[in-house]
T-cell receptor, first 111, second 108 residues
Framework: EPEVTQTPSHQVTQMGQEVILRCVPI?????FYWYRQILGQKVEFLVS????????KSEIFDDQFSVERPDGSNFTLKIRSTKLEDSAMYFC?????????FGQGTRLTVV | DAKTTQPTSMDCAEGRAANLPCNHS???????VYWYRQIHSQGPQYIIH???NNETNEMASLIITEDRKSSTLILPHATLRDTAVYYC?????????FGAGTTVTVRA
């Protein structure tokens, strides 16, 4: 069964450093997403991506965040200068047009 | 997206049916009702969705009232592995908005 793959599963970084979270969506999917979940809180929408551009972003997705689909398979989330409050699980998702499939997440810890 | 209301938590006995209610009284005509679940801190998992008709798949059944203002997710034979947070979401714009969901605990 096809699945969304995220790497790494865990990432520890120092405050102020840049991190790149990687995702391989399901191959025939057209819409791609990043969500995050701070420990004990709700799953929050960050950004959606379609046709090689951002289609919608939340207030959380400020200038420190960027997304890219550098080739036909990868979808990345970059955080330029991490802050302590960026510590969270980050989930990638993809869909054709109905149900979204989520990856298992990257646990980002900023120290 | 229409707002949905779910109970905060519920318990269920293993092997019994679990009925999870959801209110979405402001749902619009083109919004679907989607159910996802999240087991521990894993990625959300799609369960089922519907517009007007009742739906069934290998995981669950979805019963939507005729006025579409509420729905019920039915897990026919709950197992311990169904312990999770269940999210009811009404949407139609390719962006899921997760609420707090219902924490379902299946007990042996």
């Amino acid at each position: 069964e096809p699945e969304v793959t995220q790497t790494p599963s865990h990432q520890v970084t120092q405050m102020g450093q840049e991190v790149i979270l990687r995702c391989v969506p399901i191959s025939n999917h057209l819409y791609f997403y990043w969500y995050r979940q701070i420990l004990g809180q709700k799953v929050e929408f960050l950004v959606s991506f379609y046709n090689n551009e951002i289609s919608e972003k939340s207030e959380i997705f400020d200038d420190q965040f960027s997304v890219e689909r550098p080739d036909g398979s990868n979808f990345t989330l970059k955080i330029r200068s991490t802050k302590l409050e960026d510590s969270a699980m980050y989930f990638c998702a993809s869909t054709v047009n109905t149900e979204a499939f989520f990856g298992q997440g990257t646990r980002l810890t900023v120290v | 997206d229409a707002k949905t209301t779910q109970p905060t938590s519920m318990d269920c006995a293993e092997g019994r049916a679990a009925n999870l209610p959801c209110n979405h009284s402001t749902i619009s005509g083109n919004e679907y009702v989607y159910w996802y679940r999240q087991i521990h801190s894993q990625g959300p998992q799609y369960i089922i969705h519907g517009l007007k008709n009742n739906e069934t798949n290998e995981m669950a059944s979805l019963i939507i009232t005729e006025d579409r203002k509420s729905s019920t997710l039915i897990l026919p034979h709950a197992t311990l592995r169904d312990t999770a947070v269940y999210y009811c979401i009404a949407y139609n714009d390719y962006k899921l908005s997760f609420g707090a969901g219902t924490t379902v605990t299946v007990r042996a």
